[in-house]
Structures are given as C-alpha cells and as structure tokens.
C-alpha cells in the first residue's frame, strides 16, 4: 500500500486513536448534529437495500454493522488504519462484511464495482481531488456518493479548533464552499443539506436529543436558517448526495 506523507500521518494518528480507547474532546458536541445521522441512516436505508455498497473510512465499522441490516448485497468495508479495522472485525459477526485495510485515495478496488459508496467524516482527511476521483471511478454508473463532512465556515467553530489542536489530526481540512463546488463539477445531481447551528448553539440545554422538544424546535430553526444561501456558512456540517456521471 502506497502512502503519501500526509496518509501516513492519518494512519498514525488513527492507529494511536483508536489503540488508546479514548474518546474525542469534541465528541460531546455530537449530540447537536443527532438529525444529521438520523437523516444519514435514513437515506442509506433506501439506497443500499439489495446493493453493493462501499464504506469509505470505516473506522470501528459502526455504520457498516448498521448498514448490514438493511440487506445489502455485500458491504466491503475499508480504513487506513490497522487498530481500526482490527477493532471492527472484533465487532462484527455479519458475514456480508469484508474489512480491508485499504488507502482510500489510492484503492486496490475495481472500476464501477459499487451501486453506493458512503463515508462519515473522512473525506476531510483526504486529498479531496485525489479521494473524490476515486469514489467515481469504483462507483458504477448513475452509482450514489453519500457523505457526512464538517464545515470549515463558521468562524467560531474555528476559534474551538484553533484552541484545541491535539483533538484533531494535523491534515485534517473541514470543507469550504469551493470544496462543495469540486463535488458539483465531477457529480451530477448534487443535493446538500445544512445541520448544526442553533442545535449546537444550545446543546448544553438539552441532554437527550431524541426525546427533547427544545431539540425539534432548534432544528427546525436550522433547517429554515440553514437553507438560506447567506446564512449556510453557519453551519456545523453536511450530508451530501450525488450520482455518478
């Protein structure tokens, strides 16, 4: 497996990650973007169903084991990172799974393999160009890209991550709107959606998002804010769907 400096710094940091069994700093805050996921497994659950389907940046295989529910044809499921693809097999006993360790910019994978290829918060650790090229070159025509990215737009956002450096890897490049742009000039049918301002803005006010109605009512907000062009940047993150050409 080739390595650019830039992967081997990914794999380091995620072998170190997931060896230590720590959590994230920022991992507290992820209960603001709770409708983001549930939109994310809610669009997968009809797009895989009977596919064959790509888990781009698995990780310990979370979502592949939540995928593998909805009956895919077979899910292969890949990671820079030996501890994580460790970890997930130790996990999973679905035998519709294949971990791989795998470099997501450079894939030992065949061309139009996949009916969907998905991924949650990994593209932003990639050479985008590098990584979008190959997520359409394994995808098989009118295939379907889904991907959960963070924003690199909010300035206070930023502030929180210039102060905590260590909680993240030193590659890692959250999405500005040109990075949006590149998706729309290699994919067609590009839809985004906006999450995580006024949720993540009062998270401290709700404890389980699931069941709260402040929650409701704070992503509502968002999801009339956040559709207007001027206000996006405030967002937190995004769910992306787009076909192959």
């Given at each position: 497996m080739n390595l650019t400096e830039q992967n081997q710094r990914e794999k380091e940091f995620h072998n170190k990650l997931h060896s230590s069994g720590k959590e994230r700093s920022q991992?507290?805050?992820?209960?603001?973007?709770?409708?983001l996921y549930e939109d994310f497994i809610t669009v997968l659950k009809i797009e895989t169903h009977s596919k064959n389907v790509l888990d781009y940046g698995c990780g310990v295989g979370n979502f592949a084991r939540e995928i593998s529910n909805f009956?895919?044809?077979?899910i292969i499921a890949i990671d820079i990172s030996e501890e994580a693809i460790k970890k997930a097999k130790n996990k999973t006993s679905s035998k519709i799974i294949d971990y791989r360790v795998e470099n997501c910019e450079s894939l030992s994978l065949?061309?139009?393999?996949?009916?969907?290829?998905?991924g949650s918060g990994i593209l932003?650790?990639?050479?985008?160009?590098?990584?979008l090229t190959e997520v359409n070159r394994v995808l098989k025509k009118n295939g379907k890209m889904i991907f959960v990215e963070p924003l690199a737009t909010n300035p206070l956002?930023?502030?929180?991550?210039r102060f905590t450096p260590n909680a993240r890897s030193h590659d890692e490049h959250p999405f500005k709107f040109e990075d949006i742009k590149l998706i729309e000039r290699i994919f067609n049918n590009v839809e985004i959606k906006y999450y995580g301002f006024f949720t993540l803005i009062f998270f401290p006010f709700y404890r389980s998002p699931k069941d709260s109605g402040l929650f409701r009512l704070l992503n509502k907000m968002d999801r009339f804010v956040l559709k207007i062009k001027y206000f996006k940047f405030l967002a937190?993150?995004?769910l992306i769907e787009a076909k192959k050409n």
């Open positions: 991992n507290k805050f992820y209960k603001s973007l709770y409708q009956e895919p044809k077979k065949n061309s139009e393999t996949f009916d969907v290829v998905y932003h650790h990639l050479d985008l160009n590098k990584s956002i930023n502030l929180y991550r937190w993150s995004v």
